[in-house]
């Protein structure tokens, strides 16, 4: 199996340690950098990159942020370099950031 999709958090394929929970104003999200999306058994390695969910919710907040060409073979530098940046982002910039996303979801 690929490194890219050896975890799975929804129907996000990740690799072991690429999705964490986080505990942001009150609410606990799951962010993770996605290889593939598993479309019901059809992997999509090129539907990959950072995802954030509610996960008091049981929600998507976005995906397909930062995608590469293909998420098969692991997150990328640049990947990682961004998951850190949205990890540390202070409460409202978090929200600033999800909701100018053109992958966010909406509430």
């Known amino acids: ?15 072991h340690g690429a999705a964490r929970r986080y505990k942001i104003g009150g609410t ?5 950098i996605a290889g593939a ?5 059809l992997i999509g390695p090129e539907h990959n990159g950072i ?8 929600r998507v907040v976005l995906d397909r ?7 098969y073979f692991g997150p990328s530098q640049a990947q990682w370099a961004e ?4 990890t540390e982002l ?7 950031f999800c909701r100018n996303n053109p992958r966010y979801r909406g509430e």
């Open 1 to 15: 199996m690929s490194q890219g999709i050896q975890s799975q958090t929804g129907q996000y394929m990740h690799a």
């Open 28 to 32: 606990t999200y799951i962010i993770g």
């Open 37 to 41: 999306y598993n479309a019901y058994g």
């Open 51 to 58: 995802f954030i969910l509610d996960d008091d919710a049981k």
């Open 65 to 71: 942020h930062c995608e590469e060409q293909s998420g």
């Open 83 to 86: 998951m850190k940046r949205i």
């Open 90 to 96: 202070p409460l409202t910039s978090f929200r600033n």
